[in-house]
């Protein structure tokens, strides 16, 4: 079976993607495939069709191969490829509407406002005036669009809401402010498309300020616990909520829904990742293994799904 794996791209995850595809590819070949990498040129997409693949398997992190773009593109030309479909990819690419699929299905999420630059502009002291008055502090800013953390600040202080916007909009021309969910940070891998399986929760420390995109990507800087330090009766609720946005955003193949913890034991669901990385440091392969399935089974079993459709 011939497999084209997309790597690279253009988006700020070029790094990390390329270190997924690599992977991705090397054990597509232990595992027999007759398997090819290509460092994804939006340029030159009809590289795709002349390699005829009978699955392409995309490990593109961020635009536009996280968000649909790629996604549809294969459908026109109807060749298979794993993981979500358009509408759930770009669903789950922009946080904002993400939180609002949530919120309108009852499934628990921070609190949070949507922040536009043109807004914030005309009185930027009033909007962070708001925000501190609706979020409280500490608050979360973000760019929508963006994957690994890249451009995420937690802010403590009121004074420092405005620059953390501008950093938000460096990426996007929204940001995304959300009410800080003091606990433990969580993470859910699933495997599947109508049928699924729930892997193992990992609580995740980091030695930064949070998981940002220097303890993911940096050896020592964090640490993946399996299983999570939590309750069995967190346990099923942390589960039930992963995989009720799973199936409720449509995911394919596989997936990772990230999540915060109150000292209660709430969960809240912070977004749901339809590209998860696939490097050596990466959680999904860690859950993976955590119930003896490694890495090629793993990636075999992601191409199986994706011909399931």
């Known amino acids: 079976m011939k497999v084209l794996v997309l790597m690279g791209g253009t988006s700020a995850e070029r790094e990390i993607s390329l270190q997924s595809g690599k992977a991705v590819l090397e054990a597509l070949q232990k595992k027999g495939y007759q398997a ?43 060749i298979p490829y794993t993981g979500s479909g358009l509408a759930c990819s770009a669903i789950c690419m922009d946080k904002i509407l993400t939180k609002k699929y949530l919120t309108l299905e009852g499934i628990p999420t921070a609190p949070y406002v949507i922040v536009s630059q043109d807004e914030y502009h005309r009185d930027p002291q009033e909007m962070c005036t708001r925000l501190a008055e609706k979020l409280g502090l500490p608050l979360v800013v973000k760019p929508p669009t963006q994957g690994s953390s890249i451009g995420t600040i937690i802010v403590r202080d009121k004074n420092k809401i405005g620059p953390a916007l501008e950093h938000a909009f460096q990426y996007d021309s929204d940001a995304l402010a959300e009410k800080y969910i003091s606990g433990s940070e969580v993470t859910v891998a699933i495997l599947g498309n109508e049928d699924i399986q729930v892997l193992p929760i990992i609580e995740i420390t980091s030695a930064n300020e949070f998981y940002d995109y220097e303890s993911k990507y940096t050896k020592g800087k964090c640490e993946h616990i399996i299983p999570a330090r939590i309750s069995e009766e967190v346990r099923q609720k942390v589960e039930k909520v992963a995989a009720d ?22 969960p809240y669901v912070l977004e749901v990742n339809t590209i998860p990385g696939l490097t050596e440091m990466s959680l999904v392969p860690d859950a993976a293994r955590a119930v003896n399935i490694s890495f090629e089974e793993l990636v075999d079993k992601i191409v199986k799904l994706a011909l399931e459709k």
């Open 245 to 266: 946005a799973y199936r409720l955003l449509k995911c394919r193949g596989f997936g990772r829904v990230d999540l915060r913890i109150d000292e209660s034991g709430n």
């Open 36 to 78: 090819e990498g290509w460092d994804f040129n939006p340029d030159a997409v009809e590289e795709i069709k002349k390699y005829e693949p009978d699955v392409v398997f995309i490990a593109l992190h961020g635009k536009p191969g996280e968000d649909g773009t790629v996604q549809g593109l294969l459908d026109l030309w109807g």
